[in-house]
């Protein structure tokens, strides 16, 4: 199994940054499907940003330009750099993880963390 948690949520001022990290741990065989979700009260969870199995990001339209996804994989850590940051962008942040573990397909997330943007 995958144990995901994450950190550095917390309150910014509008135009302000912040940085998540989430550590992997486990059952590890592969960061490709890595990413970054978030989601509001009576809305349904969103993508932020995330890893492709081709190597490459994707990224909601709304965060483009402003965050930023990287990963470590030496260390098992993803990490979500936002900058800019709107009151639209608070909400409860996911780490998630899917993967595939000796032929099966899990989907794995952290227990969230809180971003708050307000004045």
């Known amino acids: 199994q995958v144990q995901l948690v994450e950190s550095g949520g917390g309150r910014v001022q509008p135009g302000g940054s912040l940085e998540l990290a989430c550590l992997a741990a486990?059952?590890?065989?592969?960061?490709?499907?890595i990413g970054w979700y978030r989601q509001t009260p009576g809305k349904q969870r969103e993508l932020v940003a995330a890893?492709?199995?081709?190597?490459?990001?994707n990224a909601a339209d709304s965060v483009k330009g402003r965050f930023t996804i990287s990963k470590d994989n030496a260390k098992n850590r993803v990490y979500l750099q936002m900058y800019s940051l709107k009151p639209e962008d608070t909400a409860v942040y996911f780490c998630?993880?899917?993967?595939?573990?000796?032929?099966?397909?899990?989907?794995?997330w952290g227990p969230g963390t809180q971003v708050t943007v307000s004045s």
């Open positions: 486990g059952d590890i065989y592969s960061l490709d499907g």
């Open positions: 998630h993880l899917g993967t595939w573990i000796r032929g099966n397909w899990y989907d794995f």
């Open positions: 890893f492709s199995s081709g190597g490459g990001t």
